[in-house]
């Protein structure tokens, strides 16, 4: 029963992360994307979910992914997943793949 309950929180907080994280400049027309706004957006959203998403506070503006960690609040374990950074003018956070996000918020809340 409490397998069923992990996936069903898990496809719910994948499907919802979808379009979810836009991230800004750092600074002044920098080199750089500030990403702490979108991180800190997402784990307000899904605090009741019980995950925390961890990711670099800047990444280079011209990356295409990025390494994060997702964290289950109550678990304290860890799992690593990859978002893409994507668009022109507005550039979001999603992730890489649907499924290895799944995957990881499934082990962490275990």
């Given at each position: 029963?409490?397998?069923?309950?992990?996936?069903?929180?898990?496809?719910?907080?994948?499907?919802?992360?979808?379009?979810?994280?836009v991230i800004g400049a750092a600074g002044?027309?920098?080199?750089?994307?500030?990403?702490?706004?979108?991180?800190?957006?997402?784990?307000?959203?899904?605090?009741?979910?019980?995950?925390?998403?961890?990711?670099?506070d800047t990444i280079d503006k011209d990356?295409?992914?990025?390494?994060?960690?997702?964290?289950?609040?109550?678990?304290?374990?860890?799992?690593?997943?990859?978002?893409?950074?994507?668009?022109?003018?507005?550039?979001?956070?999603?992730?890489?793949?649907?499924?290895?996000?799944?995957?990881?918020?499934?082990?962490?809340?275990?």
């Open positions: 029963m409490q397998d069923r309950a992990v996936r069903r929180v898990s496809r719910s907080l994948c499907g919802a992360f979808a379009a979810l994280l002044c027309g920098g080199d750089k994307l500030d990403t702490t706004e979108a991180v800190e957006s997402f784990n307000t959203q899904f605090k009741a979910f019980e995950v925390k998403l961890d990711c670099p990356v295409t992914e990025v390494d994060c960690t997702i964290q289950g609040d109550k678990t304290g374990k860890t799992a690593p997943v990859k978002l893409a950074v994507a668009g022109e003018k507005e550039k979001t956070l999603t992730p890489k793949d649907d499924a290895a996000l799944q995957r990881a918020v499934e082990e962490v809340v275990r």
